[in-house]
Structures are given as C-alpha cells and as structure tokens.
C-alpha cells in the first residue's frame, strides 16, 4: 500500500464521493502528552481554518459513542496518521486502546479505498515506526519531525505537502508544474503588472491630448501635472455621450456653462455635488488640494458595447490654467 498516492483524485471518484456525514480528513492519533494533543488540535484548527470539514476526537459531542464517532473513519475522504513512536507502542501492544480500535477501522477499510485514502504522518518519530499491520509497506509519509539541534523544525513546507495530497496533487510540486506553465505564469504576472501599473495612466506634462480606455485604468484614473499642479480625472460611465466625473481624488469638478456663471470666473462653474455629467463636445473644470484649476475638454465620449467586447473609453484634452 502507498498511501501518499501521486494520482489525482479528480479521476478516482471513491476519492471523491462523500457519505452525507462524511468529512473531508479523519484524523487518528495517540494521546501521548498534553503538549502533543495541543499540537494535534492546532493543525487541525489550521486546516478548517482553510475550509476542510476535520474529524478529530476534540469533535466528539458530549454523550457521544466514541467508538460511534470512530466509525466515521470510513466515510472520510482522506485519514491522517499522526504517528509518534507512542502511536506505534499502543496500535501495536494495547488492544483496547483508542489508537488500536481506530488502527483496526483502519485496516478494514483500506481495501475499500483508493490508495490515496490513507497517509502518515510522521512526528516525534525520528525512526519513522509504524504500526506492524503497515510494516513491510514502506508508505510515503509526510515528516514533521523537529531536530532542535540543528535548528530543523516542520513548517509552511510541510503544510503544502499536506494540503497537495488532500486536493490529489503530485507529492514534488517541482515536477507538478512544466516550464512552459511557469513562463506563461510568469508572462501573466506581467501583463498584469503593466497593466495596473499608475505610470501607464500618467502624464507629467500641463497639457496634452489623450486617448482613455478608463475601464482598464485603477478605479478609472488618469493623472496629469506635478506638484501643486497636478489632477487626477476620475470617471465612469454615465449616458450615450456622457460620463461621470468625480471629486474624489481632487476637491472639486463643475461644468464650464457660460450661462450659469461668467466664463472666465471658472472657480464659479464648481459643484458642490460629488460628481457632475460632462457631454462629448464640454469642457469640465477641475480644482485640485492646492486650489489650483484646470480645464478638461472631452472630445468624444464611447459606452462599452458586446459582440464584440468594446471598453469603454474618453477622448479629452486638458490645459492647467497659469497662475491660478
């Protein structure tokens, strides 16, 4: 028996199928030491932290059998062995002892079970003992002996490991993934970072012409000027020839309309408002932090269609306004 199996469980469905009661580890360990069941209930906390149904004797309900509870170890989808050398002295010499009933479930079931049913886990056991119904099998364990003296203790490592085998992933990751995968990963991680990156959706310059795609951009961002000088426009889709532009990352936005204020009061055309909805063919004043404004004409205004996808995108032309 290897019960640390290299077969994907995707195409084993014995691995798979669940009893409406069953979960997704059993776990079977020794009471050896206070310090042990602590360390028993910590991984297990672990891994239902990562969303796994765990069975482990903390589970068992007040009034509950606790050889009924053991029973649950053939609906199980996986079950870990956690062996100490305790484990082995007790599955091995003390028949009516936990660890032995559970070992005897255990056997029983096995044949039932696909090969990747069953693992062991090795702690505290430096000479890899197992219990004699497994001796001759030489299963491939997982190792989270601790050598303190030479600073080698279980980790992160060993907790992939763990989780590889529960989701029917190969043993050695190294050999899981091909090279080819890894540099499309890797060209993916990229794109992606070029992408997001602010310095795509930037432009240093007091004026300039710019053809925006807002959609792709960081919360719909283009950022133009330096210093006390600089603005960022941020907008979404509104109408057919509309957006909404938006203060956020400013202090204020207006609509420059000669009929509501003189055109060359532009601290005049502010909203109050959050936003304001600019028209294809308007111009838009922005005043940044430092009181300082800016004039965004939008030459052109294009909603998302499907069929095929178009993102939705702005044409516009800004000028920061000298001395302002």
Not at 75 to 103: F, K, W
Not at 247 to 272: M, Q, T
Request: glycine share 6%.
């Amino acid at each position: 028996m290897m019960p640390y199996d290299t077969k994907s469980s995707m195409t084993d469905p014995q691995a798979k199928v669940l009893a409406p009661d069953g979960a997704d580890l059993f776990i079977s360990y020794a009471w050896t030491s206070t310090q042990h069941q602590q360390w028993v209930h910590l991984l297990a906390a672990h891994l239902k932290m990562l969303g796994y149904h765990i069975l482990v004797d903390a589970d068992v309900d007040y009034g509950d059998s606790l050889t009924g509870f053991m029973r649950k170890i053939r609906h199980a989808r996986h079950v870990l062995m956690i062996v100490d050398e305790n484990y082995t002295v007790r599955a091995n010499n003390a028949p009516d002892s936990g660890v032995a009933t559970e070992n005897r479930w255990i056997a029983e079931s096995c044949p039932k079970k696909s090969e990747a049913w069953l693992t062991v886990l090795f702690k505290d056991n430096p000479r890899h003992r197992l219990p004699d119904w497994l001796a001759g099998t030489n299963p491939k364990g997982l190792y989270f002996n601790a050598y303190p003296d030479v600073g080698d203790f279980p980790g992160s490592e060993q907790l992939q490991e763990l989780w590889r085998w529960l989701e029917g992933l190969p043993a050695n990751d190294d050999h899981a993934t091909t090279i080819a995968t890894l540099r499309e990963r890797s060209a993916r991680l990229e794109r992606h970072a070029l992408q997001s990156s602010t310095t795509r959706w930037r432009d240093p310059s007091l004026s300039g012409k710019e053809h925006f795609e807002y959609s792709e951009a960081p919360r719909g961002e283009f950022t133009f000027g330096f210093g006390e000088q600089e603005f960022t426009l941020h907008v979404s889709e509104c109408g057919d020839d509309s957006i909404y532009l938006y203060k956020d990352p400013i202090e204020a936005v207006g609509v420059l309309r000669p009929e509501a204020a003189p055109e060359d009061d532009l601290a005049a055309h502010l909203s109050s408002g959050r936003t304001v909805e600019p028209r294809t063919g308007e111009t838009a004043v922005l005043m940044n932090k430092y009181g300082a404004l800016c004039l965004v004409e939008f030459l052109s205004v294009r909603r998302s269609s499907s069929s095929p996808y178009v993102a939705p995108s702005i044409d516009f032309q800004w000028q920061v306004v000298a001395g302002t």
